[in-house]
């Protein structure tokens, strides 16, 4: 073989192995942007979404309501107002209140679905879009054992996951982990791997339902606050 030819097959070898590299971060990036709604399962009754203050605040901040609120007493009211809910349900200055004003801001999307295996029982798919950073995912632990009254919480390794489970005292599970980006939550019966199938593509997500794909293609302006029912 010829120099000239070497040097053919050198820069045919580099270009193969470029093209593969550069196929291969594609698909990566197109795994990690996994929306909060391919989290959910197709077969959901219930999805509520709120698209979070952040999403909304460039609008907000141009509109007639930003200017009656932040010119009025008014947002002084409904700081006050939230204030108290929060001490009404108990939840202080902490980790869990930090969580809720994060929620709050960044948003969260859930659903109701139902298993079927041996009676109905509902399954509570709740995602919370970013929140895979460890601070946040920290209060979500200190929320979920307030919520279970379990401080136990059981580390399970399944399908390339770390699940983070605890056992409420009625018989369900509180599962979370870190799914790409987001932190999905579920709370089902202990027998219920639906949530799980659903994100390793082993079930279908709520975007192949055809209902809810003619309630999104329905357009417009993305609202803060969404509701879908399919009962």
């Known amino acids: 073989m010829s120099l000239k030819q070497k040097r053919r097959w050198d820069c ?37 979404r709120w698209s979070g203050l952040d999403s909304q605040r460039e609008a907000y901040s141009q509109s007639e309501l930003h200017d009656v609120i932040e010119g009025s007493s008014l947002g002084k009211f409904i700081a006050h107002v939230s204030e108290t809910v929060f001490q009404a349900a108990g939840v202080g200055d902490g980790p869990v209140r930090e969580f809720w ?16 295996d041996p009676q109905p029982t509902p399954i509570i798919t709740i995602v919370f879009p970013r929140a895979g950073e460890k601070r946040r995912a920290e209060n979500l632990i200190h929320l979920v054992r307030g919520l279970a009254e379990n401080p136990e919480v059981k580390i399970v390794e399944q399908d390339g996951r770390t699940l983070n489970v605890i056992a409420s005292r009625g018989g369900e599970q509180f599962v979370w982990w870190a799914e790409r980006e987001h932190v999905v939550l579920t709370m089902a019966s202990a027998n219920s791997e639906l949530p799980l199938a659903v994100a390793t593509g082993r079930k279908p997500n709520i975007r192949s339902n055809a209902a809810f794909k003619e309630f999104q293609s329905q357009g417009g302006a993305s609202p803060i606050l969404q509701i879908w029912g399919d009962l």
């Open 12 to 48: 045919a070898i580099i270009a193969v192995v470029l093209a593969t590299v550069g196929v291969l971060a594609w698909a990566h990036v197109q795994k990690a942007n996994v929306t909060p709604e391919e989290l959910l399962p197709a077969d959901s009754v219930l999805v509520v």
């Open 101 to 116: 004003d994060e929620v709050f801001r960044h948003g969260v999307v859930g659903s109701l679905a139902f298993a079927a």
